[in-house]
């Protein structure tokens, strides 16, 4: 038996209103260009909309002139999407209240996750939305997982609750010890002073 690897996430399809309640969320909210527009292959009564979340990955919409946006929240019984996160950079998280309370939408206010701050609302359709801003930049070569893991291990090792930015500080500072050479036979930290 074999695994069916994965390498990344190719696409998230949502079901969603009419199209352009959705060109007005996706793009329109969250500036993800809209870059492609077809029929729903599966079912000739919906359109199929493309959007770019910022990597070139995809998130698409299903579309239907008949349906019509509900923001009541969406099921979170077990196999429903409870929510989905975005990336932003930290220049866009120090305005995210701002500019949502512009546009009168209620959100949460920031929340510390130790290695990341989040803030959370509702799409028009009572969809949750994340956008999140990581604490850390990983070190050349690594990926933001490659901290993650070690940060968790260091956590772990320690008998801390959550992850920290000092689990995330050590982590990187393991990562770069392990992956980057030296000509010093003794890397431990010195005081010059």
């Known amino acids: 038996m074999k695994k069916l690897q994965a390498q ?8 969603g209103a009419d199209r352009q309640t959705s060109i007005d969320f ?4 969250l500036g993800m260009p809209f870059i492609f527009d077809q029929p729903n292959l599966d079912n000739p009564d919906e359109g199929h909309l493309y959007f770019d979340p910022g990597d070139g990955r995809l998130i698409t ?24 996160a975005f990336n932003v950079s930290k220049a866009t998280f120090s305005q995210t209240v701002t500019r949502l309370d512009d546009r ?7 929340k510390d996750r ?17 956008l999140a801003c990581y604490r850390f930049e990983p070190p050349e070569g690594c990926r ?7 940060a968790h291990r260091i956590r772990v090792a ?3 609750y959550n992850i920290a930015e000092v689990h995330l500080a050590d982590a990187i ?5 392990r992956r980057q050479q030296s000509l010093s036979d003794d890397r431990s930290p010195r005081n010059p002073y």
Do not use: Q
Request: include cysteine; aromatic fraction near 6%; charged fraction near 25%.
């Open 61 to 84: 919409i299903f579309t239907n002139e008949n349906r019509k946006p509900d923001p009541r929240r969406t099921p979170t019984e077990p196999g429903c999407v409870h929510h989905i």
């Open 104 to 110: 009168g939408i209620r959100h949460s206010g920031p």
């Open 173 to 177: 500072e393991a990562l770069v010890e």
């Open 8 to 15: 990344g996430v190719h696409h998230i399809t949502l079901t």
């Open 26 to 29: 996706w793009e329109g909210v």
């Open 114 to 130: 130790g290695f990341m701050d989040s803030i959370y609302f509702k799409d028009p359709l009572g969809l949750l939305i994340e």
């Open 158 to 160: 320690r008998g801390d």
């Open 144 to 150: 933001h997982a490659d901290v993650m893991i070690e």
